[in-house]
């Protein structure tokens, strides 16, 4: 019996108008049902993230479409061999799946499984991890007997709501409690002369957030992975955390606040965070 819900394979690079027409419209309607506040992200921004040559991750990607109409969109990724931190994930899948609303409970997210397993097998990959915030995917990973390994928490602040007075209050207290430390802000990339000695600092805080049992690999972020990870044009914070040495100093009051006053400069109107607990 052959499966109407046919996964093809998608290569980013190649991909023509009528692919990305398709796909621009489900990223746009899942936006609106998972973060309706959320602005999107330009096309032509996501595009060029998607066709460019990552030389730390290998991608997966592929869409089960009728038509003119995305149903249903799966990527996964996996450290590339050679890329830092690949001998301690190289056994890792890392999976992300969904199904367009109006075509659920008709069999489409299980005709993914088959393709995991197909991935998985040809790759050697033994541990697939996927993520979910949404309760029916809690319930479809439960009914394929998967564990939770990890649970977050997503956040957001409002920048019009926050008292800037506490906030300044807050760096001034800071800079009297502790004046070596500093807050530095940079646009664009950081300067040259630093990624040596920013890269392996970046590398040891990493690998001391709290995973719970997550099997997750050691991070590695040797300087010319810096030099050549591009930029998107979006305005977005994608990691603000504290050394285990600064966790117990004022290291967090300067600069936390002075990151939300420096955000607020930019222009967006909230600022998102993830936190793993633990």
């Not at 009728?66 to 990527?75: H, N, P, Q």
């Not at 001034?172 to 409690?177: L, N, Q, S, V």
Request: aromatic share 8%; with cysteine; hydrophobic share 30%.
């Amino acid at each position: 019996m052959t499966n109407r819900w046919t996964p093809v394979e998608i290569d980013a690079a190649t991909a023509g108008p009528d692919f990305w027409t398709r796909y621009h419209a489900y990223r746009r309607l899942r936006l609106a049902e998972t973060r309706p506040d959320d602005p999107i992200r330009p096309d032509r921004v996501i595009e060029d993230g998607m066709k460019r040559n990552d030389p730390f991750e290998i991608h997966y990607r592929y869409e089960i479409s009728d038509g003119a109409k995305m149903l249903s969109w799966f990527s996964a990724e996996a450290t590339r061999p050679g890329a830092p931190g690949y001998d301690t994930s190289q056994h890792l899948l890392w999976v992300e799946g969904s199904v367009h609303r109006d075509h659920r409970r008709r069999g489409i997210g299980q005709s993914w499984i088959p393709l995991v397993l197909e991935i998985m097998n040809r790759q050697a990959y033994t541990t697939v991890g996927i993520e979910c915030e949404e309760e029916s995917g809690h319930a479809f990973l439960r009914w394929i007997g998967a564990e939770a390994k990890f649970t977050g928490a997503e956040n957001r602040l409002k920048l019009a709501d926050v008292d800037w007075a506490m906030m300044r209050r807050w760096v001034e207290e800071g800079r009297t409690r502790s004046p070596e430390t500093k807050f530095e802000s940079y646009d664009g990339r950081l300067p040259e002369s630093m990624l040596e000695d920013y890269a392996p600092q970046l590398s040891s805080m990493l690998n001391t957030m709290p995973w719970e049992d997550l099997d997750h690999g050691e991070s590695g972020s040797p300087a010319w992975t810096c030099r050549v990870r591009p930029g998107t044009g979006c305005s977005r914070a994608s990691l603000t955390g504290s050394s285990p040495q600064s966790q117990t100093c004022t290291t967090p009051l300067t600069a936390r606040p002075s990151f939300i006053r420096a955000s607020r400069a930019c222009g967006p109107t909230r600022v998102g965070g993830a936190l793993g607990s633990g």
